[in-house]
Every structure is written in structure tokens, then in C-alpha cells.
């Protein structure tokens, strides 16, 4: 499996990461076990998570998400083989949010615990913080860095100006920085990514793990019309998506994935894989059926034609 080097971190990831945000909610522990396994078996070690994963669901524990890989962990034996990126920031409860020092040092130890491991590959901001001075957010991972607890920093959700500020910081300071980015950003929702963030992340190293990579769904092509909302409790997020953009991005999808025997998920993955500024996708499955798409995903390599198709019918 090919590696990629995340931002200046040191870490090396494969190009696809599996986002963990299903288990406790889609996905329950027997199952996700099973998917983690032939992740690795893959060579796909890359998993994303995060405290509040996955809170909304009715009668969940704090850290669903981050309790299942911890169970795993201990179970298989495989802490040395997988990178393990979680975040803090969002609400988990009565002033139990935000990135202050006292707060983050909290959060750590809790997610620690979860995992059942001593230290976390990637520790990410979820979300900026405007109530919390960037410099004391750096200051307390940067206790957690020399302590040996976090690997590497990452920030989700942030503007350019605010991780350009958090960058300057870090420089001044001499505080571990932001090595990489969790933007939205996918064939269908480019503009707000590449117009503000591509080309810095690019002239910065800033590595690149974006979310909601098939659009909620959408960019599989299991959701053509407002009847095939109800087939997966994420149908309710695809309903802006069905509009004539979106289904000129579908037929693309399905000409391109044609012409490769392959499928509408595994070519906009692959689109996402050979874009410049991208790491690695992160993307979700909730059997190993779909797990097949994500692993052929990595080995797809579309030529220009296929990219200037697809580059075309998503043009905003």
C-alpha cells in the first residue's frame, strides 16, 4: 500500500482513511471489528474518530466511536500497526466543549482511556474556538506533545485566516503546529475548499484528511430521487444534493466508473486520491460489501480524460 507523509509530522499514512464516526451508530462493535480488521489486513491503518462520535445517538456513552477501537486494540493486539487521529472541541456535554488548556488536558486523558492506548497518532482541533486564545489551545499540545501523549496536531473545520494565525503562533512560540487540515470537501463541494485553502495547504505542507468525501452518500449513486432519502438514516443530509449539478456529477460518475469496471464511490474517491492537496479521504463503510469500494478506491488510477469528465460536469 502506498504511503504518504502527513504534513512535517513524521507520520506516514496510506491514502484513504476510514472514519469512524459509524461505530455506535451504524455500526455496532461485532461489525466493527470485523471492518478494522480487514482494514489492516489491507493495509489500510489509518482510522479517524473523535469524543463526540457518535453522542447523537439515543442511550450512547460518551465516546461510542472511541470505545469499539479501544476494545479492538486491546483485542487484537495491533496499537503498533495502525495511526489513530481523534478530535476534541465539540459540545459532549454542560460546559464540556471548546480548546481551552484546562479542557483539552481533560478531554486527552479521557479519550486515552477510551482507547486503551498511552498515546494518540493525531489530535485534532474539531472546531476553532474564537472564546479561546489560539496561543493557550498550542501551549497546552505542546505539554501533550513533550509528554509523549500526542503525536502530531490537526485542526478541523478551520478558516485559512485562523489556521494561518494558528501557524504563525506555533512558528513564534516554537509549539508543535497544525500539521494537518479536516475540511468538507468533496466532487460535489469544492468551491469553498479550493478557493481559500487548496493552494495554501500546498505552499504550507499542510497534509489534508477531508471529510463527508462522498457527500454524505450521495456520490455513490444511491440517491437519485427525494424516495431513496429514507434507505440509511444519512438520507436526510442528501436532499440538497439533488438538483441538476448533482445529477450531471452522477452521470459522470456512472460514464467514468463504466469505462474502469469499477464503481460511482471507489471513482470519486479516487478523483480525491490523485488531487494535489489531498492526503487521504476519509470515508466511512458500514459492511465489508462497501468496504470493497474503498479498498479498489486506492488502487484506481483515472487518466486525464476521466478527470477532465468529471472536473467538468462538477464545475461551480
Request: charged share 25%; net charge negative.
Amino acid at each position: 500500500m502506498e504511503k504518504r507523509k502527513l504534513g512535517n509530522s513524521g507520520l506516514e499514512v496510506p491514502p484513504l482513511c476510514f472514519g469512524c464516526n459509524v461505530f455506535g451508530w451504524t455500526v455496532d462493535e461485532p461489525t466493527g471489528f470485523k471492518l478494522l480488521d480487514a482494514l489492516v489486513g489491507a493495509g489500510l491503518n489509518f482510522f479517524d474518530t473523535a469524543d463526540v462520535y457518535s453522542k447523537w445517538v439515543p442511550g450512547n456513552i460518551d465516546g461510542a466511536s472511541e470505545t469499539i477501537i479501544g476494545n479492538w486494540l486491546k483485542r487484537s493486539g495491533a496499537r503498533d500497526k495502525v495511526i489513530i487521529a481523534t478530535k476534541v472541541g465539540m459540545e459532549m456535554g454542560p460546559d464540556k466543549k471548546g480548546l481551552s488548556r484546562s479542557y483539552i488536558l481533560q478531554s486527552v486523558e479521557d479519550s486515552l482511556r477510551r482507547l486503551q492506548t498511552d498515546y494518540i497518532d493525531l489530535y485534532q482541533s474539531h472546531t476553532d474556538d474564537p472564546a479561546t486564545p489560539v496561543e493557550e489551545t498550542l501551549e497546552a499540545y505542546a505539554g501533550l506533545v513533550k509528554q509523549g501523549k500526542v503525536r502530531a496536531i490537526g485542526a478541523s473545520n478551520y478558516s485559512a485566516s485562523r489556521l494561518s494565525e494558528s501557524l504563525s503562533v506555533s512558528q513564534d512560540k516554537g509549539y508543535p503546529r497544525y500539521e494537518c487540515l479536516q475540511p468538507d470537501y468533496n466532487l460535489y463541494d469544492r468551491a469553498e475548499f479550493e478557493a481559500e485553502l487548496e493552494q495554501f495547504c500546498i505552499d504550507k505542507n499542510i497534509g489534508v484528511i477531508n471529510y463527508f468525501s462522498l457527500a454524505k452518500g450521495f456520490l455513490t449513486g444511491k440517491y437519485r430521487s427525494e424516495d431513496d432519502l429514507a434507505q440509511s438514516p444519512r438520507g436526510r443530509g442528501v436532499k440538497n444534493y439533488l438538483n441538476d449539478r448533482g445529477f450531471r456529477i452522477l452521470a459522470a460518475l456512472d460514464q467514468v466508473a463504466k469505462e474502469y469496471d469499477s464503481t460511482s464511490a471507489a471513482v470519486s474517491l479516487a478523483w480525491l486520491i490523485a488531487r494535489p492537496a489531498i492526503t487521504a479521504p476519509i470515508a466511512s463503510a458500514t459492511s465489508l460489501d462497501q468496504l470493497n469500494d474503498l479498498i479498489s478506491a486506492t488502487n484506481l488510477k483515472l487518466n486525464q480524460d476521466a478527470v477532465e469528465i468529471l472536473n467538468k460536469a462538477s464545475a461551480y
